[in-house]
């Protein structure tokens, strides 16, 4: 597949970095923007900007799959965006930074056709961000969660602490619910895919998939999670994501404040907000944070745009009390000192735009339907074909490292066991790390 990214932005970066090895990647920018870790991938450059035509064809737009438009401008990334549809058959991503630009741009047409100069993709980071946090405060305990085929079936991580009965077991020895299952761990930063024989230990992000049903009765028996809902959160900073965020919390329920050091978006917030208390103040103030009683909070959410910052409320937060903390990272380099230093989720705008551009443009014949641990993870989807023979799982014999998460079956989602019968039409949810997920993926298209 060619692509073209235009912008060296540090998004830029890692979705070349991510797609230059098995795709061809062609980069515009002007040279004095590009960063030096550019020059370390093997991908080409055109200098200029992509809003012209003369860099789009030099970089041989006519002939590419995607166009990604990610520079630092938004501006620019709509125009080249346009120009690019306009001259090209590429499927073109534009990245904004405003919620009028995502909702201006995303809107069909009243006829229901495309305009001539339609953007395909229109991805907003932080809208991104806004979603994964509040998937995860949604589970108690949990530090990422995923969900599949309506909500039927769910991707649940979880950390092993000091308290867990599962700390220093081995999988086969513990008992879990039904329709529920281990399918990986993370440990010291690396993603492995587990056996009966592996031990769990201090640490350990494990994850499980299974059905709504099943990983709800696990999260009561080895997760505290006796109380159904999260019931009270406090959000540090009142931009696009803390807005929206406390949006949905009111929806369904769930007490929240939020701290806002911003006079006049503190007054926004006051006018936009029905149900939210909202608390002009630095979030960094331990002696708000006090009088404030966040230590009540059962959540509390640090989303400012300074990493720093969101550092220091989180540690305060900790330290007041709170048990779970869910922190913005703006760099993603700095998304393992987090998590070293004591905060429960870590999570990052660029992070959750990649998992859009995977999901939405790569391995088109294979659905990845999740990525998990930074990319290392992947959960994709394979239907098995019409004329597919019945065969049980143990019968598979997949060379590779990777688990069948969970079936769907017409309307139904199993989680399958051994005895299992794969069968045709089958849609399987797969779980494996990044670097076999091609194999896998061959594995199945040889059965």
């Not at 991580?157 to 000091?162: A, H, Q, S, T």
């Not at 009270?232 to 994501?241: E, F, H, K, L, R």
């Not at 799982?393 to 989680?415: E, F, H, S, Y």
């Not at 091609?438 to 199945?444: D, I, L, Q, R, S």
């Amino acid at each position: 597949m060619k692509v073209i990214i235009y912008g060296s932005s540090e998004i830029a970066a890692l979705i070349a970095k991510e797609l230059y090895t098995i795709h061809d990647v062609t980069i515009i920018d002007t040279p004095e923007e590009i960063p030096e870790e550019f020059y370390k991938l093997d991908v080409s450059y055109v200098s200029g900007s992509g809003t012209g035509i003369a860099s789009l064809e030099s970089a041989g737009i006519k002939k590419a799959d995607v166009f990604i438009a990610c520079s630092k401008h938004e501006e620019s990334n709509i125009v080249a965006s346009w120009t690019a549809k306009k001259i090209s058959d590429a499927e073109t991503v534009c990245f904004v930074s405003k919620r009028e630009y995502l909702e201006t741009l995303a809107k069909p047409p009243a006829n229901g056709y495309k305009t001539e100069s339609g953007i395909d993709h229109i991805i907003w980071p932080e809208e991104l961000l806004m979603q994964e946090i509040f998937r995860i405060i949604l589970v108690p305990e949990a530090i990422d969660v995923e969900i599949f085929a309506g909500g039927k079936a769910r991707l649940l991580e979880y950390r092993i602490k000091e308290e867990s009965s599962m700390l220093n077991k081995k999988i086969k020895d513990c008992y879990f619910p039904e329709d529920s299952l281990i399918v990986g761990i993370t440990r010291n930063n690396e993603l492995f895919i587990p056996d009966g024989n592996t031990e769990m230990a201090m640490n350990d992000k494990v994850i499980f998939m299974g059905s709504e049903d099943g990983l709800n009765n696990l999260a009561a028996q080895f997760f505290e999670s006796k109380k159904k809902n999260t019931t009270s959160t406090t959000i540090i900073g009142g931009g696009n994501v803390g807005f929206m965020l406390a949006q949905n919390l009111e929806n369904i329920g769930v007490r929240t404040k939020i701290i806002e050091v911003d006079t006049q978006r503190a007054d926004f917030l006051s006018d936009n907000l029905k149900k939210t208390l909202v608390i002009k103040g630095d979030g960094t103030d331990l002696e708000l944070l006090e009088s404030e009683d966040i230590g009540d909070s059962e959540v509390l959410v640090s989303v400012t745009n300074n990493d720093e910052k969101n550092l220091l409320c989180s540690l305060l937060a900790k330290q007041l009390g709170v048990t779970r903390v869910i922190t913005r990272v703006n760099k993603v380099r700095n998304v393992n000192l987090f998590e070293k230093v004591g905060i429960d989720v870590a999570v990052s705008p660029i992070e959750a735009s990649l998992k859009e551009i995977r999901d939405k443009l790569l391995e088109k014949d294979v659905g990845i339907l999740a990525l998990v641990e930074k990319g290392q993870g992947e959960v994709i989807e394979i239907i098995m074909p019409e004329n597919f023979e019945d065969i049980k799982v143990m019968d598979l014999n997949m060379p590779l490292k990777a688990i069948i998460g969970a079936v769907k079956r017409g309307n139904k989602i199993l989680i399958p066991k051994g005895s299992t019968h794969i069968r045709a039409n089958d849609h399987l949810m797969i779980f494996t790390t990044t670097r076999c997920a091609a194999k896998v993926k061959e594995f199945f298209k040889l059965l």
